[in-house]
């Protein structure tokens, strides 16, 4: 059988192809290639109902994923999938359940691949978390597979004009339902579900959601994650009665983060477990003591107020900001300080064996990741980058802390699920949902492997709080033995020749580069006044004990729910006014009305999202 195309076969193909590559749409030059659809390797005939014309750069780029590595449990995930789809035939879908930084995606560019080798897809839609993943999954899927893919927006009504391949959020995928249900009516479609939870049929998508990808040829479901702590259905996979996905195992590819560690493709963590002990001082002189083994109790009056004994809970407390005596300064022996100077810590250590190791801090809202911020350039010196949904340019500013040296970046909600810094080490994680699913969503953050040249740990620095404590324990059962036990750092690693040197060295031995100085806190002991590194838990002067104690006004205890000019309102119903108030506060002054603008003034912006809710069911 022949291989190369005739001369009139290349001028017909071109003409077909309206002289445009059919991958990346450009004007074809004259000595553009013609590749077989199906390649001529697996008995691919070389005729005109077989032929695509391509220029230059997109075939051999398509070729170079043939020089795919692939590791181990990738190639079995691939050869699983593919006899699961093409041969086995009995589902359309395939589960990869696999730790977070294994290597999913590009798992799944290469079965992709494989799919269109073998004439069994048109075209590939991945559907994943947010944006930031949504942009790493076009540029792996065109370093395998040869294939431009488009990002696909809210805003774009005419899908079929973007190009064959197409990626998109799951926000706004909601709002092209029927575009989607067209396209995987008109051609062969591959469907790739990033982070399945995402599927909630009511809750992300409404009761229609499954009928948009219905006529798909292939589905690939992906996750790190595989638990909905919330008993919310989803979209094409089942649930059993524990939350877990329920799929046919030889239509399942499974590898845990244990099973990822001791292979070296995710590293081990270490649980921080931060203890506390909070006095709150309430009316009339009286105190209350809390802390994570010992509940609060209130007497007499208060006992009857339910916010407060909602608000002296142990984790509430533990979010509350605290600030230095009359000022907006925040307090440097507060328990959040004490979380950052032993993660800071922990920091310079690692730092010794992965010189641009940073740290991630998980906040529960905006007001603590603006005050994380300020604490941490206030103990170190350097302010941490901010990310949240309410700033412009977040992005780029993660883009920024994944490829400079910078120590630390503060996040609400931003850094989760398929975002990529593989240099974050350390994770203070004090966040707003305490879900299992949000937990080791998280700790996927810290635990992505650098190289084959990374020995580091990951660390957690949490509330010792018994609800994280159940899901850090399920996550340290599934490590071997040897993966839970640390073995202490002999030598360090030069950050310009990458050399080894003695832990004391001051500069490398091989280059001369100059080591930064190893800080350090210390804290007064108030028996004896002796000086002692921060997080010691006893003076090593005179043995009093040093355990962590920290006095809270019955003002501050509150903040984290409210009582507000003696209205009771939950924490959530705080947050979600203030997030409401600058925008109605921005529209109250637009529209110049002069009693508006005075209620606005009286009523507090805490209780801005009660006011609605009243509105909403009043109309």
Not at 194 to 221: L, N, P, Q, T
Not at 465 to 479: C, D, G, I, Q, S
Not at 493 to 502: D, I, L
Not at 530 to 539: I, R
Request: hydrophobic share 40%; net charge neutral; with cysteine.
């Amino acid at each position: 059988m022949k291989r190369r195309f005739t001369r009139r076969q290349r001028r017909i193909v071109a003409m077909v192809a309206a002289g445009r590559c059919r991958l990346c749409g450009n004007a074809l030059p004259p000595d553009f290639h013609i590749d077989h659809r199906r390649a001529f390797s697996r008995g691919g005939p070389t005729i005109l109902a077989n032929a695509d014309a391509l220029c230059a750069r997109c075939n051999l780029s398509k070729g170079s994923k043939s020089m795919l590595k692939l590791r181990p449990w990738q190639c079995a995930a691939h050869d699983q999938a593919i006899t699961w789809l093409t041969q086995t035939a009995a589902d359309r879908h395939f589960l990869i359940n696999a730790a977070p930084g294994a290597g999913k995606t590009l798992a799944t560019c290469a079965i992709a691949a494989t799919l269109f080798e073998k004439d069994e897809i048109d075209r590939v839609v991945v559907i994943a978390p947010r944006n930031e993943v949504v942009n790493q999954w076009a540029a792996d899927f065109a370093r395998v597979t040869g294939r431009h893919m488009n990002k696909a927006t809210g805003a774009d009504q005419e899908l079929h004009l973007l190009g064959l391949d197409l990626c998109a959020t799951w926000s706004a995928v909601s709002g092209l339902q029927d575009a989607f249900q067209a396209i995987c009516r008109d051609k062969r479609v591959l469907v790739v579900c990033d982070e399945h939870h995402h599927a909630a049929v009511k809750a992300a998508w409404g009761d229609g959601a499954d009928s948009a990808f219905a006529d798909a040829r292939f589905v690939i479901v992906l996750t790190g994650t595989p638990i909905r702590s919330d008993g919310a259905q989803s979209v094409w996979l089942a649930y059993d009665d524990q939350g877990a996905i329920d799929h046919p195992l030889e239509g399942t590819y499974t590898l845990t983060y244990g099973e990822a560690v001791d292979l070296g493709y995710c590293r081990p963590v270490t649980f921080h477990r931060h203890e506390g002990r909070f006095t709150v001082d309430l009316e009339g002189g009286e105190q209350v003591h809390i802390s994570s083994r010992a509940k609060a109790e209130v007497t007499g009056k208060l006992a009857r107020i339910p916010a407060l004994q909602r608000a002296l809970d142990f984790y509430r407390l533990a979010c509350v900001p605290q600030y230095e005596p009359g000022s907006s300064v925040p307090l440097s022996s507060g328990y959040q300080a004490s979380m950052v100077e032993w993660a800071s810590a922990k920091l310079n250590d690692l730092r010794e064996r992965m010189p641009r190791a940073g740290g991630l801090v998980i906040a529960p809202s905006i007001e603590m990741a603006e005050y994380f911020a300020q604490l941490i350039e206030k103990l170190e010196g350097e302010r941490p980058i901010i990310v949240h949904s309410q700033m412009a340019g977040a992005e780029n500013r993660i883009a920024a802390f994944r490829n400079t040296d910078r120590r630390w970046i503060v996040s609400v909600a931003m850094i989760s699920e398929g975002v990529d810094i593989r240099r974050l080490r350390v994770l203070i994680y004090l966040p707003h949902a305490l879900t299992e699913l949000a937990f080791r969503q998280a700790i996927g953050r810290v635990v992505r492997t650098d190289g084959p040249e990374d020995d580091t740990r990951a660390y957690v620095v949490m509330p010792s709080f018994e609800t994280l404590e159940v899901y850090a324990r399920r996550v340290e059962e599934e490590m071997s033995a040897e993966a839970r036990s640390e073995t202490p750092p002999r030598t360090k690693r030069c950050s310009v020749c990458a050399e080894e040197n003695p832990l004391g060295a001051s500069e490398c031995e091989s280059c001369g580069h100059a080591f930064p100085p190893r800080g350090g806190r210390f804290h007064a002991c108030p028996e004896c006044d002796g000086l002692n590194p921060a997080g010691a838990q006893e003076c090593q002067h005179c043995g009093t004990s040093l355990g962590h104690t920290f006095a809270l006004t019955l003002d501050e205890a509150l903040r984290t729910g409210a009582i507000v000019r003696g209205m009771e309102i939950d924490e959530d119903a705080v947050q979600a006014g203030e997030q409401m108030a600058p925008k109605v506060r921005e529209m109250v002054l637009k529209c110049g009305d002069a009693a508006l603008v005075r209620v606005t003034q009286l009523l507090p912006e805490e209780s801005w999202h009660r006011l609605r809710a009243i509105f909403e069911d009043a109309a």
